[in-house]
């Protein structure tokens, strides 16, 4: 999918009992690059002290050799961030390292709390100060306020959380990791060959440092590694659970297993099914690089159609590509995607991607189609039309911005200017995975959330909210 309003997810990642985890860190955190690209941050203990250090850009832009020789010790957590709370800028990058009267603690977060905003104005009316606009920071409010009054400081604080969150908690001599009872997103437990505890958002990161996959993090449950080992807890009991189903159409890298079910295999039988549901006589299947490529592997085994890339990407057009005027706008889509014009020139060609968003990258891909001299382009998408929003970790814009949102099909298809468009129907996606339908967060196709969302919270209501409190800025 190249509309570039729909974001990737944050990527965590802990490990306990490695002389060398802050290494080891990076290396998880660059096999996970694919859930954020905004900033990144390690935070490693020596037993004493947690130090910690975060910054813009990618993995390999935030830390030099000398960065990551100075987080010495044998704990360490990461993160890559996309922000879906929060704005992007490096105060907000993480792991947030704070110091309170139990001492430090870093945390590092995947997911979205739909009552940050409540919990941030209550602890700001009893005169605590935040440092950031993420929602991140008011678990440590949370943790702070029951250091005293609880045993387990770290289930109570989670007890008030509502939403998607899969954290991964660095203390002084151990780390913490847990899920919400939904489990929303993914987080796995490894082992490295060495025999270290080490926890991640995606089996990716574990296969990266040579670690082996020991289970899934459970929904409702905090894992502890330690000098004691791995130990377990639960802080609530498990719900229906609610996996993202987004995760198997875009976020996640195709070779890792997430939910009991390999990525990639999930994402080809999305191809075959689509090929089922929407068939069409044509010379070529050719695939939106690079999220689309599964798909349209699996629409063409099962169509019998050959495969062809007639679209090919250009690696060195960034994602944070300028636009500022409509003129650049289009000449960023041109530059990103180039069509091979012999490919495509008099052919009847499948178009599969994964996703539609806003719709108008798609529509200028479709046009540079035809410029090639496409004779009939046939679009067919993996998944069904997004038309609602999403409160729990996905950064899509408003719902009033999504193309699906007031638009039938039919409106879709002659915008886009194809021959033909086709949505797979959630019943198919749902055939394509392995757990209980009801296993899965359909929302932002069906509009049926799991849990009620009273207040919306958009990415950056925690700024507006303060702007409210404090409008002259002080």
């Known amino acids: 999918m190249h509309d570039t309003d729909r974001k990737e997810k944050c990527g965590v990642f802990g490990v306990w009992g490695d002389p060398d985890a802050a290494h080891l860190s990076y290396t998880a955190l660059y096999a996970q690059q694919h859930r954020g690209q905004e900033s990144a941050g390690i935070a490693a203990s020596d037993g004493k002290r947690i130090k910690a250090h975060v910054g813009m850009g990618l993995v390999p832009e935030v830390f030099t050799d000398e960065d990551l020789d100075r987080l010495k010790g044998a704990a360490a957590i990461g993160h890559n961030r996309y922000s879906t709370t929060g704005s992007s800028k490096c105060e907000n990058a993480q792991p947030l390292l704070e110091e309170?009267?139990?001492?430090?603690?870093?945390?590092?977060?995947?997911?979205?709390?739909?009552?940050?905003?409540?919990?941030?104005?209550?602890?700001?009316?009893?005169?605590?100060?935040?440092?950031?606009?993420?929602?991140?920071?008011?678990?440590?409010?949370?943790?702070?306020?029951?250091?005293?009054?609880?045993?387990?400081?770290?289930?109570?604080?989670?007890?008030?959380?509502?939403?998607?969150?899969?954290?991964?908690?660095?203390?002084?001599?151990?780390?913490?990791?847990?899920?919400?009872?939904?489990?929303?997103?993914?987080?796995?437990?490894?082992?490295?060959?060495?025999?270290?505890?080490?926890?991640?958002?995606?089996?990716?990161?574990?296969?990266?440092?040579?670690?082996?996959?020991?289970?899934?993090?459970?929904?409702?449950?905090?894992?502890?590694?330690?000098?004691?080992?791995?130990?377990s807890r639960r802080f609530a009991d498990v719900q229906q659970p609610a996996h993202c189903i987004f995760e198997h159409i875009y976020f996640a890298n195709p070779s890792s297993k997430l939910f009991g079910d390999t990525v990639q295999i999930a994402r080809e039988t999305m191809g075959e099914k689509l090929a089922d549901e929407a068939p069409v006589e044509a010379d070529y299947v050719i695939p939106m690089p690079d999220s689309g490529r599964s798909a349209a592997l699996g629409y063409a085994r099962q169509s019998g159609i050959p495969f062809r890339e007639g679209i090919v990407p250009n690696r060195y057009v960034g994602r944070t590509f300028i636009q500022p005027t409509e003129k650049q706008r289009k000449t960023a889509v041109q530059l990103k995607l180039n069509v091979i014009d012999d490919v495509v020139r008099d052919k009847r060609i499948i178009v599969v991607d994964d996703s539609i968003v806003r719709g108008t990258t798609t529509r200028g891909k479709m046009q540079q189609l035809r410029r090639a001299g496409a004779r009939e382009i046939h679009l067919r998408i993996s998944s069904p039309p997004i038309r609602h929003a999403c409160y729990f970790g996905i950064d899509f814009p408003d719902p009033s911005s999504l193309i699906a949102n007031q638009r039938t099909v039919e409106d879709i298809c002659d915008f886009l200017g194809v021959d033909s468009l086709h949505y797979l129907s959630i019943d198919g996606l749902l055939h394509c995975v392995s757990r209980p339908a009801n296993n899965y967060c359909t929302a932002c196709f069906s509009g049926i959330y799991r849990i009620q969302v009273d207040r919306p919270v958009s990415k950056l209501r925690l700024e507006r909210d303060q702007m409210e409190m404090f409008p002259s800025g002080g």
Do not use: M
């Not at 009552?115 to 678990?139: C, K, M, P, Q, W």
């Not at 939904?182 to 490894?190: D, E, F, K, S, T």
């Not at 025999?195 to 020991?214: M, N, Q, R, Y």
């Open 100 to 231: 309170y009267v139990g001492g430090q603690v870093a945390v590092a977060h995947n997911g979205n709390l739909i009552n940050a905003d409540l919990l941030r104005r209550h602890y700001e009316e009893r005169g605590h100060i935040f440092h950031t606009s993420t929602d991140t920071e008011v678990i440590i409010h949370l943790l702070a306020a029951h250091h005293l009054s609880k045993q387990d400081p770290v289930a109570e604080a989670l007890t008030h959380l509502q939403g998607a969150y899969s954290l991964v908690f660095l203390f002084r001599d151990h780390v913490q990791a847990c899920r919400d009872p939904w489990g929303w997103r993914p987080l796995v437990l490894g082992e490295t060959a060495e025999g270290h505890p080490c926890v991640a958002s995606e089996t990716v990161a574990l296969d990266a440092i040579g670690a082996k996959f020991i289970r899934e993090v459970e929904p409702g449950e905090i894992v502890t590694l330690s000098e004691n080992g791995v130990s």
